[in-house]
């Protein structure tokens, strides 16, 4: 197989999958190095097509266009993360990333695509094994969540939620 065809493979099997694929896992079943990968999903990336790196893996972006989104902003401290993702997962939410606006960097942007219970538990479970501290901590807790849902009922009911929390940043 050929860069051309291989790079037609990659996009093909990332178009018919839902869930994220590992670079790992793609580099094995085609024979070839990660980092050929990562130079494929760039190439592919250049050539217009909207392949998302999220920790899980590569996935493209399926523009949901029935989804509502949302941007809302956000503050609380580093414990209650977990609290926050599992509100928003709970009432159908996905939270597509976290956003913040960094004083040298201007925004920064990390890819979430959390969906469901177990997606809060694996992040949180990552956050604890790195002993990463989360992007707000440079923000004071402040930052942005990408978040969409399926009706605006449950919009309505993740903002009451994270609101009665005092999460949510008001105007």
């Known amino acids: 197989m050929n860069s051309y065809e291989r790079r037609n493979y990659i996009k093909g099997i990332l178009q018919e999958k839902e869930d ?3 670079g790992n ?7 070839v190095t990660r980092q050929i990968i990562v130079k494929d999903i760039a190439i592919l ?3 217009g097509s909207d392949i998302i790196s999220t920790p899980k893996g590569y996935i493209i972006s399926k523009n949901k266009s029935n989804r509502i989104k949302k941007v809302i902003a956000v503050c609380h401290k580093s414990e209650e993360i977990e609290d926050e993702l599992l509100t928003i997962v709970k009432f159908g939410g996905i939270i597509e990333d976290v956003i913040i ?11 979430l695509m959390i969906k469901t219970i177990f997606d809060v538990e694996n ?9 990463a501290e989360p992007l707000s901590i440079l923000t004071g807790g402040v930052h942005l969540h990408t978040i969409s849902v399926e009706d605006e009922n449950s919009l309505k009911n993740i903002l009451n939620e994270l609101n009665k929390k005092k999460y949510l940043v008001s105007d």
């Open 25 to 31: 896992m793609l580099a094995e079943k085609l024979g």
């Open 20 to 22: 994220p694929l590992k």
């Open 101 to 111: 606006e960094h004083k040298l960097y201007g925004e920064i942007r990390g890819i």
């Open 123 to 131: 992040f949180i479970s990552k956050l604890n094994k790195y002993d």
């Open 45 to 47: 990336r250049a050539a």
